[in-house]
C-alpha cells in the first residue's frame, strides 16, 4: 500500500473511533478537515517530504491588543516544546493563532492519530482563552486567569 492509501486509511478509520462530526476532503488544499467536536475542526496534511501527517489546530485570530506579548508567548512555547518533538504555535496567514503537530507515517496507527487529535481539541479551549485574555488590553491575562487554564503549559 503506498503512503497516499495508508493515509487514506488511517482518516477513515477515525469515524470508527472519533464519530467525529465530520471528515472533509479539500482537494484543492490537499487536506483532511476533522470535526473532533462540533466547535473544534482539525486540519490534517500529508506532507509527502515528510512522511508524516501534520496536524493544524486554529486557536483564532491572535489579538492585536498586546500583540508582541502574543507573538512572544508564541515563540516561547515554540522554543519549548520543538525541542521535545511537541506541537508548536505560531500565526498563519490570516493571522490566526494556529498549534501545529507532526505525526511521522511510519508505524502511525488509528489509535495514536485518534490520541493526537483529542489531545489537540482539549488544547483549543484552554489555548483560545489565553489568547482572549491576552487581548483584553490590560497587559495580558491576570495570573488568576493564566493558573484557572488547566492543560495549558505556561511559557
Known amino acids: 500500500m503506498d503512503n ?15 464519530d467525529p462530526a465530520m471528515i472533509d476532503y479539500y482537494e ?32 483564532g485570530p491572535a489579538p492585536e491588543a498586546n500583540a ?35 505525526a511521522p507515517l511510519d508505524g502511525l496507527t488509528v489509535q495514536q492519530l485518534a490520541s493526537d487529535l483529542e489531545y489537540f481539541a482539549t488544547q483549543q479551549a484552554a489555548w483560545s482563552r489565553v489568547l482572549l485574555d491576552m487581548g483584553a488590553g490590560d497587559g495580558g491575562a491576570t495570573d488568576s486567569a493564566r493558573q ?8
Not at 467536536?37 to 501527517?53: C, F, G
Not at 518533538?85 to 503537530?101: C, F, H, I, K, Q
Not at 484557572?148 to 511559557?155: F, T
Open 4 to 18: 497516499d492509501s495508508a493515509v487514506q486509511s488511517l482518516i477513515m478509520e477515525l469515524g470508527s473511533l472519533l
Open 28 to 59: 484543492e488544499d490537499s487536506c483532511w478537515v476533522v470535526g473532533v467536536t462540533e466547535d473544534v475542526s482539525i486540519q490534517i496534511v500529508h506532507n509527502h517530504e515528510l512522511q508524516a501527517l501534520l496536524l493544524v489546530l486554529n486557536l
Open 68 to 102: 508582541d506579548e502574543v507573538h512572544q508567548m508564541l515563540l516561547k512555547l515554540t522554543y519549548v516544546m520543538a525541542e521535545k518533538g511537541g506541537p508548536v504555535a505560531g500565526l498563519d496567514a490570516e493571522d490566526n493563532a494556529v498549534l501545529m503537530g507532526r
Open 148 to 155: 484557572s487554564q488547566e492543560g495549558v503549559m505556561r511559557v
